[in-house]
Nanobody, 116 residues
Framework: QVQLQESGPGLVNASQTLSLTCTVSGVSITAANYYWNWRRQSPGKGLEWI?????????HVTESFKRRASISRDDKKNTIYLSMNNLKPEDTGIYYC????????WGQGTQVTVSS
């Protein structure tokens, strides 16, 4: 059973850097054909796609976030990371880790509040 667990600081000050962790269990993050995504749900907005890292380690950040975000992983810890700098209050939201294979797996999300 694939499970994803996000964790993060909860409250961050504007202009600081956010670091989130997604710990994966039930499958290796290097297992063939898995993509590991970060998404965000902000108040008043739809679900945004921040980017992904593949089973082979290739990372891609979408255009809206590419200047500020990066995605990485630690194979030994079976963990995916999201880093986002220069945070703004509009970055407040619930951040989700998501796994794709033949199925889609979601973490429960972690709330991030950016204080001005």
């Amino acid at each position: 059973q694939v499970q994803l667990q996000e964790s993060g600081p909860g409250l961050v000050n504007a202009s600081q850097t956010l670091s989130l962790t997604c710990t994966v269990s039930g499958v290796s993050i290097t297992a063939a054909n898995y993509y590991w995504n970060w998404r965000r749900q902000s108040p008043g907005k739809g679900l945004e796609w921040i980017g992904y890292i593949t089973y082979s380690g290739n990372a891609h950040v979408t255009e809206s976030f590419k200047r500020r975000a990066s995605i990485s992983r630690d194979d030994k810890k079976n963990t995916i990371y999201l880093s986002m700098n220069n945070l703004k209050p509009e970055d407040t939201g619930i951040y989700y880790c998501q796994g794709w294979d033949k199925q889609i797996y979601w973490g429960q999300g972690t709330q991030v509040t950016v204080s001005s």
